[in-house]
C-alpha cells in the first residue's frame, strides 16, 4: 500500500487506488500525478492485477482538479515552464489512463471538477454516486481544459454540448454527466464502489488478454478512419490467434462449459 497522497489496496484482482488528498478535495498536485503514473507502472507488470478502480478519499471530492496554488507558481515563471510542469504532466496522465492495458474504472464519489472531471474522461468506464458533481471550470480561472479535456469531452458528448459546459463552467449532475457519456451508471452514494466492483468481476470472468486487445483497438481507433480502424481491429485479433485464450474460448463454447481462462 502507497501511502501519502494515493492509497493502494489489492482487492483479489483489482487494485484500488485512492486519491488521498480529502483536505484540498483531493486536488492534482505533481507529487500526485507522479505517484499515479509510478503505482500503474507497477501495476501493469503485476499479473495478480487484473482491472483498476479509482475514486477519491473523503465524501465531498473524487477530485477538484489540478492543484491551483501549485501551477499557478509554474505560471508565474512562463509558458514554458508552465506547459512542462503542468500541462504536459497532466496529458500524460490520462493519456496513460486511457491507453491503460487493464481496465480502469472512475468511482466517482463527490465532486470531480477540471482534471478530476478529465481523470472520468479518460478512464474505460466509470460509475458516479448520486451525490457526484462534475464541471469544466477551467474558463473561471482564465484557462481552458490542460488534461485533455478539449479534446475528450466533445468526443464523448459531441460538440455542442461539450461546448455548452466548456464555454460557462457550470457545474452538472451526475445524472447529466451519465446522458453526456462521461459515466456509465448513477447510482446511490453508499452502493458505489459495490458497483464498481461487480463490474470490475463481470469483466474479470473473460479473458484478460483479449480484454487488452479489446481495449487497444478502441483507444488506437477512436481517431483514425475507419478504414484504418478496422485495420487495427484485424491486427488485435490477429495477435489473439496464437494465444490459448482463443482456443480455450473456442474449445469451450463448443463442449458447452465455462472457459478455464487461469489455469485452475
Not at 8 to 24: C, D, F
Not at 122 to 143: R, T
Request: with cysteine; hydrophobic share 45%.
Amino acid at each position: 500500500m502507497a501511502q501519502g497522497t494515493i492509497l493502494h489496496e489489492q482487492h483479489g484482482a483489482v487494485a484500488v487506488l485512492t486519491i488521498n488528498r480529502p483536505e484540498k478535495l483531493n486536488a492534482l498536485n505533481y507529487a500526485t500525478n507522479d505517484l499515479l503514473m509510478r503505482l500503474l507502472e507497477d501495476i501493469e507488470g503485476d499479473r495478480r492485477v487484473r482491472a483498476v478502480i479509482i475514486t477519491g478519499a473523503g465524501e465531498r471530492a473524487f477530485s477538484a482538479g489540478g492543484d491551483i496554488h501549485e501551477f499557478s507558481e509554474s505560471v508565474k515563471r512562463g509558458a514554458d515552464v508552465a506547459v512542462r510542469d503542468f500541462v504536459r504532466r497532466g496529458q500524460a496522465m490520462t493519456a496513460r489512463l486511457e491507453a491503460f492495458p487493464k481496465p480502469v474504472i472512475a468511482a466517482v464519489n463527490g465532486i470531480a471538477f477540471g482534471g478530476g472531471c478529465e481523470i472520468t474522461e479518460a478512464v474505460h468506464l466509470a460509475i458516479a454516486s448520486e451525490n457526484a458533481v462534475f464541471a469544466k471550470p477551467e474558463i473561471n480561472i482564465g484557462i481552458p481544459p490542460t488534461f485533455g479535456g478539449t479534446q475528450r469531452l466533445p468526443r464523448l458528448a459531441g460538440r455542442k454540448r461539450a461546448l455548452e459546459y466548456l464555454l460557462t463552467g457550470d457545474a452538472f449532475s451526475a445524472q447529466r454527466a451519465c446522458e453526456l457519456g462521461i459515466v456509465n451508471k448513477v447510482v446511490p452514494h453508499g452502493m458505489l464502489l459495490d458497483e464498481a466492483f461487480d463490474l470490475a468481476d463481470r469483466i474479470l470472468r473473460h479473458s484478460p488478454v483479449t480484454a487488452a486487445r479489446i481495449l487497444a483497438a478502441v483507444a488506437r481507433g477512436l481517431n483514425a478512419t475507419i478504414g484504418e480502424g478496422l485495420q487495427i481491429e484485424s491486427e488485435q485479433f490477429a495477435r489473439m490467434v496464437e494465444t490459448r485464450d482463443i482456443h480455450e474460448g473456442l474449445t469451450a463454447w463448443i463442449e458447452r462449459r465455462p472457459p478455464n481462462y487461469f489455469g485452475e
